[in-house]
């Protein structure tokens, strides 16, 4: 997606360590505008997937999420990554390592929200080692509810997550697909490349 | 807001110790339609106050932050609850009580998003006791940034959040505000006497 491409290239920083930092509008602050043409984005893509739910994970995938949902015309439900008092037991849960902040948390959803008759559309900020998306799986698993698509606002494609979606047949779309940050230069996956794989 | 209320009346269940509890719209399942009603209502009240930006904190908060700030036209910025390893030094923080989670957590801004030029909306899911609110006045402070006016989803009108604000003589809109949770029945305040009394 161009519009996406440029304003990585134009307000995204590099830090060591190849970390993307995009805090000036996904991250900390959000473009609401930016958010609406990402959302739309998705529920163009999968219009005829069959969705009737949207499942992230708090907390960047929820902007995206909503309009997405909105244009779907389906609720969103983020895994929260701690547990509240006004949610316990009655909830699915797995565990998930952020590489970028070098913890592990708790994501759960509640049962009351995600059962075998959910068909999901999983959508999440970043896609790098798949950490998050492999413990929404697990969780979509447990309830029997299925998987009908991806949607990812930035995969790091030079790491596994891509290929751990692929590999399950789930499909996927990247709405920005980072291939290197090498030299602190953000550089993309050759589109036509790109098309010729797809 | 009637439409805000009667989903309350619908969807919300009433825990022990006076616990809202509104999961299936708000705070783990998120309705996108109602999402943007709230954020239309919000940019609507607010539209001649001179915001620049709108202010919530992590995570119930941002969904009617964005549909109130793709209206305005302005950005939204979240306050975060964890540091994180890409959000570093250069942070306004305070600690903030919550008496639902009974833990305190650090909400930190960071400087790149706030300063003295901004005059802000600070809009969130939840006034109680107001403890969330008082922290985003705290940061605004600290950065220099104007609070132009407070925007509630859900008041808790018999505790002390409210009387916080209107002390602050900064101007509140809250979209729902209930009176009381007794018998484990949702009351609103009474929208005559409410009208009377602004």
Known sequence: MKLLEDVIREKGTILEGGVLKVDSFLNHQIDPELMKALGDEFADAFADYGINKILTVETSGIAPAVFAGLKLGVPVV????????????????????????QTSNEISISKDFLNSDDRVLII????????????????????????????????????????????SGIPILSLARVASLDDRTVTFVDETKEDANE
Not at 78 to 101: A, E, H, I, P
Not at 136 to 150: E, H, M, N, Y
Request: glycine share 10%; with cysteine; proline share 0%.
């Open 124 to 167: 999440d900020d970043f896609l790098a080692n798949g950490q998050a998306v492999a413990g929404l799986f697990s969780i979509c698993k447990s309830a029997g509810a299925s998987i009908a698509g991806v949607g990812i606002v930035i995969e790091k494609s030079f790491q596994k997550g891509r290929r751990f979606v692929e590999e």
């Open 78 to 101: 983020f895994g929260r990554k701690n547990k509240s008092l006004t949610l316990q037991d009655n909830m699915y849960t797995t565990s998930v390592y952020s590489y970028t902040k």
